[in-house]
Every structure is written in C-alpha cells, then in structure tokens.
C-alpha cells in the first residue's frame, strides 16, 4: 500500500554525509538519519530513481535547492532526498550538483524507506535493478503525512518543489 | 537467492568469461554534465581482445575512489604496453552513477566504466556479495580483477579483505 495523506511516516534509518565543504572527494564517514528525528518537525522528502540521472540532475533536484528559502519561509524544516544508492553516491550527487548545503541527499541503501512507503519500483529492464525509488514528494507533520505526490509518466509535477509550495 | 538470478560459482583461471550485456555512457569530452543515453555493452565484444576487468563494491567509496580506480588510470599505458586492449571497471551502480564517477576521477577514455545494473555479471561469475548490513543493498561487486584473452580467463584476484592488493593494476601487470 502506498503510504497516504494522515498515515504517520515509518520508523527507518537512512544514511547521509553531513555536509563540509572541507571534504573535497570522498564522504568520510556516513551516518545514520532515523525517520525518527522528523518527530516536531516539518520535512519534506522527494525520491528519486536514480542519482545522476537527467531528470533526477537537471530538473528535479535542482528546483528543490532552488525554492529551498520559499520552502522554509513556509515553515519547512528539512529538505530530504532520497534515492536507494548508497551514502557515497548520494554524498558525491550533492557535491555535483553543488545542492548539499541547503539539502540533506539522504540513502535508502536497503530499500526500506521505499518499500515501507509503497513507493518502491522494479526498473530492471533498464538496467537499474529491482528496488528503485519512485519520483515523489510528500511533506511529514510531526511525522504525520499532509501532502503526497508520485509522479505517474516522465518528468517532475506532482513531486517537484512548485506542487509542493502550493500544498504547503 | 536474490532476484532468482543463477548463482554461479566464482570464475575461474581457463573458463570462458559468460556473455552479458552491460551499459555504459561512451567517454565524450564536451558532456560536462550527466551522461547522454547508456549504450550497451556485451561481453561478446571483448572476443579475441585482451581485457583487464575489475570490479569495485562502490563508485564514489573511500578505497574504490582513492586507491582502486586511481591506480588503472595511472597504469593504463602500461598496461597497453603489454597487450591490454581495454581496462573495464565494473559495478552494480547504473551507467549514469559510473558515468558521472569517471568524471569526477577523469579517467576519460581510459577506463570504460561500465554499469552492472541488475548484477548479471557478478552473478553469473560469482563475484557478487550482500552489503545489507553497511546499508549498501543485497548485489553488489566484490573487489577484484580479471584478466580475459579471446573471451579465456588467464588471472582473477579476489581481494578477502580490506584494501588492494590482486585486484589492483600492479598485481595485474604483474601476471601479463
């Protein structure tokens, strides 16, 4: 079942290197983020298929660091993306494409998240194997959801960061 | 078993290397950016070449990133010296992540880095491990090098522990 609007979020970790502009290549060490710290907050979270990929690249991440101050002018917390690669990957996108600082890029290595939230998909027949995430947004109150978003053809409405705003 | 793929037991010195399909993004100096379209990439291609072809549990991870990668492009014209046709560096990340690895490490056209997105050629080699526990995902790559004549597997080093040692360039040129 995908998880809906009134449904709390599920207790999950994921991992991230936290942002240091110190750190030229490699994260140093990952960490774990726990779904958890959400609690008395409001986050959004978006899901990617794949990091590095040209929509995920060139349209759906970069709006969110984009219209990050809109977000938190409307009392959004913590911007969360999230894609099954690991913490490394994530790490790497987020230098790339120079949106760590405003973002978390946050792992669901396992797929946990993804399948917690019926928001995983199978994209093996193009090479992505079997647990990938949907593109989505959905922003959590106190860890309660009050907006979900997925997107059903290619490219970003519903998940991206105008859909969002305008939901908030 | 994962994703009821064949699990093959791991290649050996004199077994035919097994023919699959990989992808990658062909090394183009102008994309500053994300890779175009993936193009495949199949094993059958390497027939009656000489190819070194190692793999790395993780692109952008502190041994494969730092020391592993590093070291084939630094080697590659000796390795082209004695023979070696293609270095190929394998994952089970997707084209687009090995795509952006290579830039970010500038192998250029030296190391084609090739995505095994579903883990069919770690699978059917044996070289796969489970890192669910370090929160990488149930089929990735072990650590290792290969080297295949015309298709023929002449040396594999699987690394057991931390680090490089047989599956790194200099072990590799070692044995050609």
Not at chain 2, 62 to 85: I, M, R, S
Not at chain 2, 155 to 164: A, C, H, K, L, P
Request: a neutral charge.
């Amino acid at each position: 079942m995908t998880i809906k609007v009134g449904d709390t979020l599920p207790s999950v970790n994921l991992k991230y290197c936290p942002y240091d502009p110190s750190l030229e290549h490699a994260c140093g060490i990952p960490q774990n983020l726990s779904t958890d710290s959400f609690k008395g907050k409001k986050v959004v979270i978006f899901g990617v298929p794949g990091a590095f990929t040209p929509t995920c690249n060139n349209s759906h991440l970069p709006e969110f660091h984009q219209k990050f101050q809109e977000l938190t002018a409307k009392g959004v917390d913590q911007v969360i993306c999230i894609s099954t690669s690991d913490a490394f990957v994530m790490d790497a996108w987020g230098k790339w494409t120079k949106t760590n600082d405003k973002l978390i890029l946050a792992a669901d290595g396992n797929g946990e998240f993804v399948t917690a939230t019926g928001l995983a998909q199978d994209l093996t027949k193009i090479g992505f194997g079997p647990l990938r995430s949907q593109r989505f947004a959905l922003v959590a109150d106190d860890l309660k959801v009050t907006y979900i978003g997925v997107e059903t053809g290619s490219g970003v409405s519903v998940s991206g960061a105008t859909a969002v705003l305008a939901a908030l | 078993m994962p994703y009821g793929l064949h699990n093959s037991n791991q290649i050996q010195v004199g077994d035919t290397l097994p023919s699959v399909t990989l992808k990658y993004c062909p090394y183009d100096p102008e994309l500053s950016k994300a890779c175009g379209i993936p193009q495949v990439l199949t094993t059958d291609s390497f027939k009656g070449k000489k190819v070194v072809i190692f793999g790395v549990p993780g692109a952008f991870t502190p041994t494969c990133n730092n020391n592993h990668l590093p070291e084939y492009k630094e080697k590659y014209d000796e390795l082209a010296k004695k023979g070696v046709d293609q270095v190929v560096c394998i994952s089970t990340a997707d084209a687009f992540v090995m795509d952006a690895w290579g830039k970010w490490t500038e192998v250029s056209d030296k190391v084609i880095m090739a995505a095994d997105g579903n883990g069919d050629f770690v699978k059917a080699t044996g070289l796969w491990q489970d890192l669910t526990k370090v929160g990488m995902g149930a089929v990735r790559s072990k650590r290792f090098a290969m080297v295949v004549d015309d298709l023929k597997v002449t040396y594999i080093g699987v690394e057991t522990q931390f680090g490089v040692s047989v599956s790194g360039a200099t072990a590799v040129l070692a044995k050609l």
